[in-house]
């Protein structure tokens, strides 16, 4: 019987998780006494009790027990004591973590999705093994590496076609138009995950930048190349869009505000305790920004390392916020390795503040992560599950003619915290995320009927670009045409397109959508094609760009440089700062994709 090695091994790796959790303290003393000699009482009732209960467990229970399984959720368990964000990473979890923060990853390089049936790819990355190898938009996922993959989830999907570079993964996948599966060997190798997917002149002078990769150790760089890009195109103000950004690197959080902030501002403070109980204050001591004119889009998913650069700008008054509340997330994390699994964790180290001393973070004292990550506080009403979809928020070429409810008033959010003056005299509140300047909510796309038209818009655009739609033929997508420059004429969605889909959903009744529906629905279900089709045919980032121009929070974001602009200026001037903002809705309803992207992934 191994149960006095495995109570061993599992201990083992409980100390070295416990001495992350507490600082060193516990590997400190047991260095300086011995393994088992001079410990405190609370060090030996520790193991003893620890040992005990898995001596109980492993005498006692009826059924195998998965000693790897027990020893995960008893470190996930002791970090779940602490705060929301302190989480252990098993083995392959921990290298994915690391691979994020490199800003690439070895596998094939395409966006999967999962809809009701299978999962399926949404788009090849352009110069990667599966656009070299031509998989494509639509391509159902049927095997891998000759392992059914039709119940698997996306996570699933993605953890098997990841591996080694050089190494060769299988798929057989299901095709709209073919007569039988194809088989596709794809050797994998390096898949850039970049900060920044798009970034491009939205207006003419209007800069865009879309920051919706998290902060890895090229963020900052790449912010620099897109900015010089862009104003070699003549640009003179900024959309920065920071919506879904889920944070990652402080160090990138630093940099990529101090390219905004004048030479010396401060960006942000850390506090922490023990060894790190002091605070350290960051300031740009790098760069010398020039001063457009800036606008930031935040929504609900804007968290961590993305709050900070928002709160950094919103302080100092370097440009407007619009959207929506950010998370909520001002605890630091550090990153450490159990050695020798290969298994990590992270641990929270630290406080952030924003430069004028406001704490964002959100309470956790429920202890409900329900609570903490969909209500967001136990006074609301719970969030209804967003579709996913595959694409950031992007440019759409034509204007939508939804209809135009009266605009009404935003309500303004209770103070959560502390009042805080920042520059000009402003006043902001700590406690509970970053709330915006200008607040506008995105289009409600969680309807039962809406959430319908996202699955059965995809399963018509495979069909339709695949050349199966009779009359449609000209739709046909023989290959993905990339860095091209979307145009109104690139496949519109026109009422014939829109008729076709109507019979589609008529022939197909597991999309639980009727002709009836759509037709109600013509101008989202209009959008929501036009994205689709994009995707297919020049790729994600068209995709992407196709829902821009009716993107409700952009188009605020727009009308808000004339006041962007005075607020630096006063500031600048020392003087203080009364803005009358237009806090109302915009008086057309516009297309956001919210947090829908969330759900796809990278392999």
Request: proline share 7%; hydrophobic share 35%; glycine share 8%.
């Amino acid at each position: 019987m191994l149960r006095g090695r495995q109570i061993g091994l599992l201990f083992g790796v409980m100390l070295i998780a416990l001495s992350c959790i507490f600082g060193g303290a516990l590997s400190r003393r047991l260095r300086a006494h011995g393994a088992t000699g001079g410990q405190s009482n609370a060090d030996v009732n520790v193991e003893r009790d620890y040992q005990e209960a898995l001596s109980f467990i492993t005498d006692n229970y009826a059924d195998e027990i998965d000693y790897e399984k027990a020893n995960q959720a008893a470190i996930q368990g002791m970090l779940s004591t602490l705060d929301p964000h302190s989480t252990f990473f098993p083995p392959t979890d921990f290298a994915r973590l690391k691979e994020e923060q490199d800003s690439q990853f070895y596998g094939i390089g395409v966006t999967i999705l999962r809809h009701k049936d299978g999962v399926y790819v949404q788009a090849p990355v352009q110069n990667t093994p599966a656009a070299r190898a031509g998989l494509r938009y639509g391509d159902k996922i049927l095997e891998v590496d000759g392992k059914d993959a039709l119940d698997w989830t996306s996570e699933q999907v993605s953890k098997a076609v990841r591996g080694e570079r050089g190494t060769k993964v299988t798929l057989k996948v299901e095709r709209a138009g073919a007569l039988a599966p194809l088989y596709f060997t794809i050797t994998r190798d390096t898949v850039p995950l970049p900060s920044i997917r798009t970034a491009f002149m939205f207006r003419p002078a209007t800069g865009y930048v879309a920051l919706v990769g998290g902060f890895t150790h090229t963020t900052s760089d790449e912010l620099q190349a897109a900015l010089s890009r862009l104003q070699k195109d003549g640009m003179r103000q900024l959309v920065l869009d920071l919506r879904n950004n889920p944070g990652g690197l402080l160090d990138q959080a630093i940099e990529v505000a101090s390219q905004f902030l004048p030479r010396g501002q401060t960006v942000v403070s850390v506090r922490g305790r023990g060894e790190d109980g002091q605070t350290k204050v960051y300031q740009n001591t790098d760069f010398d920004p020039e001063d457009f004119p800036l606008v930031v889009l935040v929504n609900r998913n804007t968290a961590s390392a993305s709050e900070i650069v928002a709160g950094a700008l919103q302080d100092h008054g370097r440009g407007l916020l619009v959207g929506e509340t950010s998370f909520g997330k001002g605890l630091v994390q550090r990153v450490f390795e159990l050695r020798p699994w290969g298994a990590g964790l992270t641990l929270t180290t630290q406080k952030y503040y924003t430069p004028y001393g406001r704490s964002i973070q959100r309470d956790y004292s429920s202890g409900s992560l329900y609570d903490y990550y969909v209500r967001r506080s136990t006074q609301d009403e719970p969030e209804p599950a967003q579709p996913v979809a595959p694409s950031l928020p992007a440019q759409h070429n034509t204007k939508p003619s939804l209809p135009v409810p009266t605009p009404q008033p935003t309500p303004v959010p209770a103070p959560k915290g502390p009042a805080v003056k920042t520059a000009g005299g402003r006043v902001f509140y700590g406690g509970g995320g970053i709330t915006p300047d200008i607040e506008v909510k995105p289009l409600d796309v969680t309807t039962p009927v809406r959430v319908r038209i996202f699955d059965a818009a995809f399963a018509f655009t495979r069909e339709l670009t695949a050349g199966q739609i009779a009359g449609l033929e000209n739709y046909r997508v023989d290959k993905v045409q990339y860095d091209h420059e979307l145009r109104p004429t690139d496949y519109p969605v026109t009422d014939r397109v829109i008729e076709a889909f109507q019979t589609y959903v008529q022939h197909h009744p597991e999309l639980g959508l009727t002709p009836a529906q759509v037709k109600a629905e013509t101008d989202y279900a209009r959008i929501r094609l036009r994205e689709e089709i994009a995707t297919a045919a020049f790729g994600s980032e068209a995709g992407a760009r196709s829902l821009l121009d009716s993107d409700p929070q952009l188009l605020r974001a727009l009308e808000a440089f004339p006041d962007a602009k005075r607020l630096a200026e006063a500031i600048r001037n020392g003087g203080s700062v009364s803005l009358n903002l237009n806090t109302s809705a915009p008086s057309w309803p516009m297309w956001s994709d919210d947090d829908w992207f969330l759900d796809s992934l990278l392999t």
